[in-house]
C-alpha cells in the first residue's frame, strides 16, 4: 500500500475519550443535575429506554457547549494537519448525532458525523463498525482508518486498515497492538497521586482542624480524647472531599470559564467525571463509617454538614447573602463537631468568635470572586447571585463582621469563663490587636485585588504574616494559661 492510497484512506474519529477526555454522557447528566437535582430521579425514569432511547431524552434536555469542553489538543492538530493536506475526516461517536454535530461544527474538521440516533441501537462496539464501513462504502472507500481509545473500539479497530489509538490505557493499547500495528499513539498522561489529591483537594483538610478547637480552649490533654478527635477529622476530612468532588462536579461549566479554576483536575479533564463520582462515594462510606464509630451524635453533626454542603454546592451558593451565611455555619459546625466527638463543653463565646470571624472570611472570599469579575468586565461572578455593584455593601458588612469577632474576643477577656481558664485571662488583651490587624490586613489585601479569587483559608496557609499571627495568637494563649 503506498503512502498516497494510505493518505486517501478516510479518517473516522471517535469523540468520548478521544478527541475530549472527558465523556459528553456524563458531561450531559451533570449538566442537567445543575438545573435542578430531582432531574436525577427524571433521568432514572428514561432508563427502560434502552441506552439510545436514554441518549436521546437527555439530549432534548441538555447537550454540552463544545467550547466548555477539554480538548486532547495535540491530536487536535494531528486532525487539522490532515483536514489541511485534503483528507476525509468523519465524527464517528456513540454519542447523540446532534451532540456530534454540534462538535463538528465547533472544530470545523469534519465533512460528516455519525452518531447515535433515536430508535437505533447504541452506536458502539460492531454497531459502530458496520456503520464506518457502510459509510466508507457508500463513499467510495474500500479501505478505511479509525482513532479510538477504549476496550469498545477494539471491535471498530478490527475492522480498520489504519489503527491510531488516543488515551488508550495499557491494556487496550497491548491487545490492539497483539492484532495489528498502531499506526499513530496519542499516549495517555497516566492518573498521579498528586492529581487524585488535587482533585480531592486535600488541602482543604486543614479547615477541619476546627475540630480540635473545643480542646484547644478547654485545655485537655486527655489522649482519649485527642484519638476521638482525630477520628473526627479524618471523618471530616473524607466527607468534605466528597463533597468538593460534588461541587466541582456540578460547577463544570463555570470552573472551565475561569482564570484559575479551569485548571482543577475535573474543569481540565485530568480526572474523569467516571473516577471521581466512585471515588467520592468510596469516601462518603469510609467518612461516616468513621463517625459512627466515634459516636452517633457526631454522625448526626456530620449528617447535617453534608446535606447543608450539598444543598449549598446544587442550589443555594447561588442566593445572594444566604451563601455566605451558610458558609460561616459550615466552618462554626466544625467545630460544634469537635465538641461532640470529644464530649466537650462548647462554649457560647467560642461560637460567636467563629460565626462573626468566619462570615467575614466568607465576604472576603465573594469579594475577591467579584473583583476578579469586575478585572474580567463580567456582569456577574460565575455561577454566583452577586453583581460587581453589590462590592461596596459586600466589604462593609464584611469588614463590620471581622470587627465584631474582635469586639466578642475583647468581652470574653473579662467574662467568668476567662477567668476560670487562665491565670492571668487580662494578658488576653494583647490579642484581640493582633487578631484585628489580621482581618483588617486581608480585607486590605481583597481591595488591592492580591487575593486573585482565592479561598481566604487557602490564602492564609501560604502567607507567613498569618503564620505568624497565629504562633503569636498561641504564644499569648499560652502565656495567660501560665500566668507568667
Known sequence: MT????????????????????DTLHESVMLFIRQHPVNLLRMIGWLPRGKAGFKRALADAVTPDPAALPWRTDFIDFLRAE????????????????IGQRVADHLGVFSDVIGTHDGEHNLSREAKREAIAAHARANGHAEWAYAGNSADDLAVWAGCHEAIAVNAPRSVLQRLSASQAVAKHFEQAPLSLKTLLRAIRIKQWSKNGLIFLPLLAAHSLSPQLWLQAILAFLAFGLCASATYLVNDLIDLPSDRVHRTKRFRPLAAGTVSIATAVPLGVAMIVVAFALAVWVGWPFAAMLLLYTVLTLGYSLRWKRIALFDVLLLATLYTLRIGAGALATG???SNWLLAISIFLFLSLALVKRCAELEEAVAADQGLAPGRGYQPSDLPSLRAMGMSSGFMAVLVLALYIDSPNSRSLYAQPDLLWAASPVLLLWVMRIWLKTGRRELHGDDPLAFALKDPFSWVTVAVMIGIGLLATIGV
Do not use: E, F, K, N
Request: cysteine-free.
Open 3 to 22: 503512502p498516497h492510497a494510505q493518505d486517501d484512506r478516510p479518517l473516522y474519529v471517535d469523540l468520548d475519550g478521544t478527541l475530549t477526555p472527558s
Open 83 to 98: 483536514h489541511a493536506r485534503g483528507r476525509t475526516l468523519v465524527l464517528a461517536s456513540a454519542a447523540d448525532a446532534r
Open 344 to 346: 466537650v463543653d462548647l
